[in-house]
């Protein structure tokens, strides 16, 4: 290894609700070629998992199995090749749409109000305002768990709401996103809007995991929460926001169990006031 590897390593210094267990393994390659390498030597029975910002997961308190991944910096370059953007698996949303938009780029402002990596949101699908991962998506790089290094066109991530067949184990080393050409002043305009109605709408400075559940068809998730009376519904130091009801917090000792259960409660209350059974959007990982 070229890269650091520590056993024992703590995720909660980094998953955004500071919540879980430690990773008995947790890798942070040096290239491409190093995470390629290690996973080709390793025992195919070992579990293998990438975590980006973990802005989008919670891992539970016993920790994880096996190892995580988790790209360093030198994975979050982006390059900008006529009206394509290049992006390392590590690079924040927000680097990217900025990129683009200093470009004068256009098509790729939802980035701005994704808060994880280009890695996480090709794996997930991840959307926001109207438009996904995949509507931008050219192709993406990925390390499969066997080590082989392949390039996937957009077609082949089998691509549906908040969904890729990007195979377990596999990670996005990197991503080449297609935008349009633009006025750099609409697209900052634009950028800047998707900025204010977050910071608006969603509780951006607490311990929370982001979008909860997935928006069920014809609905909205946030809207059957509150229909159901779950606004404010605590267990221990987890609360569903009043801000918005999609999203569940952390106010300061919340335990990951806690976390889960209040999501699982949310979800009975939304099946018995209306009939619908919510779908996570957060990944939970890990053992209880």
């Known amino acids: 290894m070229r890269g650091r590897i520590e056993a024992g390593a703590s995720l ?5 609700f500071r919540t879980g267990g430690p990773a008995e393994w947790l890798l942070r390659p040096a290239d ?29 308190d016993g ?8 790209l360093p910096k030198a994975f979050a ?18 680097t990217v749409a900025s990129a683009a938009r200093d470009a004068g780029i256009a098509g790729l402002e939802f980035l701005r109000g994704i808060p994880g990596t280009v890695g996480g949101a090709v794996r997930m699908n991840a959307g926001a305002y109207g438009r996904d991962a995949r509507d931008i998506l050219v192709e993406a790089t990925v390390v499969l768990r066997d080590g082989t290094i392949e390039t ?11 969904h890729s067949e990007v195979p377990a184990g596999a990670i996005v080393v990197e991503a080449v996103f297609r935008g349009t050409p633009g006025d750099k002043a609409a697209i900052s305009a634009e950028m800047d809007r998707i900025a204010a109605e ?17 928006n069920p068809d014809g609905h909205k998730a946030w809207a059957l929460i509150d229909a159901a009376g779950c606004r404010g519904l605590r267990r ?24 889960e259960a209040l999501g699982e409660e949310v979800r009975d209350r939304v099946k ?7 779908e996570w959007e957060i990944q939970r990982v890990g053992v209880v």
Do not use: C
């Open 12 to 16: 909660a210094d980094f998953i955004w």
């Open 32 to 60: 491409v070629a190093d995470l390629s390498d290690f996973l080709r030597a390793l025992d195919p029975a070992v579990p293998v998992m990438p975590v980006g910002v973990g802005s989008n997961l919670i891992v539970r």
């Open 63 to 70: 920790g994880v199995p096996g190892v995580v991944v988790r």
């Open 77 to 94: 370059k982006v390059s900008i090749e006529g009206d394509l953007v290049r992006a390392g698996g590590a690079a924040m949303g927000i």
């Open 152 to 162: 996937w066109e957009a077609a082949r991530l089998g691509y549906t709401y908040r």
């Open 198 to 214: 977050r910071e608006a709408s969603q509780p951006l400075r607490s311990r929370t995991g982001g979008s909860t559940f997935k």
């Open 236 to 259: 221990g130091d987890a609360q569903v926001s009043e801000k918005h009801t999609n999203f569940l917090l952390n106010l300061g000792t919340a335990s990951s169990a806690e976390i």
């Open 272 to 278: 018995a006031q209306s009939g619908v059974t919510l």
